[in-house]
């Protein structure tokens, strides 16, 4: 709901140039609080670590309207990354729990569809809301849903057999916790694939209002009504494929998407290029969080999401701050901005064709 109406927020406080960081940060303390995240939840179990993640977004919606000047905004943005630490990795490991090996991609592509629906309202209501309304009141209003999120979550029954009681012992992370090296391909392809998501998440609101676009969000909503039309489809189909052909067909399609979007100049090739980046990510998300869960054992499934997830967010972060650097607020520049994450991407596809030939 936020990410669209935040660049403008920075920009009005004067922070115009830090743009990229309004991703950036969030994913720094996103993937610096993985390792901690995949330890408890190996340790205490699901349900508590996702309660943790929804928490932090609670308390950060009530806190957005106070801090209101660009260092403290900075700064909560990176207290707000704790939230995707936490939650996405209890999550999926909670999901990968309870259903069956041989329907895991159907499962994360079901689990990607729900992921997904938030995904594509959530943008174009958060901009409804702030039109309409205020800023503070989508603040609030994230809060509040959050809130909702957790009073499901307490209601959960926990999945994790063997928990432990909690002590210090709990918090102390060893170099296994950090980086767990029996997921290093997928977990690698999603590095590569992600540069691209963080460079839509920055620079997509500026090309909106270039093109004339009146709501921010409706980029955002393309890509994940499109997304959502091909998750479950792929997953299902990586489960009878196997994970690696149907990877590549999404690295295919990402590509694609980065070039229909940066040279788009018009509205509709700017909403081709969202339904394109739609139908990469709606392959790519669900099959390597499937092929990461193959490689994982079930004593450190924890600890596998959570490098996955690091990955992720290190894509995400690494993209806003660069696709930020490249743009350099010139609309002039977006073009060079897609081309350097197709090129990117590229290396994804080309290292999944090597792993595809290799295994054949």
Not at 194 to 213: C, K, M, N, Q, R
Not at 246 to 264: E, H
């Amino acid at each position: 709901m936020l990410i669209p109406e935040l660049p403008g927020y920075l920009t009005a406080m004067g922070g115009a140039e830090y743009k990229g960081f309004i991703i950036g940060l969030f994913t720094l303390t996103a993937g610096l609080s993985r390792p901690l995240s995949g330890r408890l939840t190996d340790k205490l179990g699901r349900v508590p670590v996702m309660v943790v993640g929804s928490l932090v977004c609670v308390v950060c919606g009530f806190l957005y309207p106070v801090f209101t000047t660009v260092i403290p905004f900075l700064l909560l943005r990176l207290a707000h990354g704790f939230s995707t630490g936490f939650k996405p990795t209890g999550t999926s490991a909670y999901v990968a729990d309870i259903v069956p090996a041989s329907r895991r991609g159907e499962a994360m592509g079901i689990h990607g569809i729900c992921m997904g629906v938030g995904a594509a309202f959530g943008p174009a209501i958060g901009s409804l809301i702030s039109n309409e309304f205020s800023l503070n009141i989508l603040f609030y209003t994230s809060s509040l849903l959050a809130f909702l999120s957790i009073i499901i979550l307490v209601n959960m029954k926990e999945t994790l057999q063997q928990k432990e009681e909690i002590s210090w012992n709990t918090f102390r992370l060893s170099r296994r916790d950090i980086f767990e090296p029996d997921v290093f391909k997928p977990a690698l392809i999603i590095l590569l694939v992600y540069f691209s998501f963080g460079a839509v998440l920055t620079v997509t609101p500026d090309f909106s209002d270039h093109l004339g676009l009146g709501n921010r969000g409706l980029y955002f909503m393309v890509f994940t009504l499109f997304s959502l039309l091909v998750r479950l489809v792929a997953g299902k189909t990586s489960d009878r494929k196997g994970r690696e052909p149907v990877a590549i067909i999404g690295c295919l399609l990402l590509i694609l998407a980065m070039c229909v979007t940066g040279f788009a100049t018009s509205i509709h090739l700017f909403c081709a290029g969202a339904a394109l980046f739609g139908m990469a990510m709606g392959v790519l998300s669900p099959v390597l969080s499937a092929w990461t869960i193959d490689l994982a054992g079930d004593q450190n499934r924890g600890r596998a999401i959570a490098t996955m997830y690091i990955a992720l967010e290190a894509g995400i972060g690494l993209g806003a701050v660069l696709s930020a650097e490249i743009f350099d607020n010139n609309i002039n520049q977006l073009p060079a901005v897609f081309l350097a994450m197709g090129g990117i991407a590229s290396l994804g596809l080309l290292y999944t064709v090597w792993i595809y030939h290799k295994k054949s």
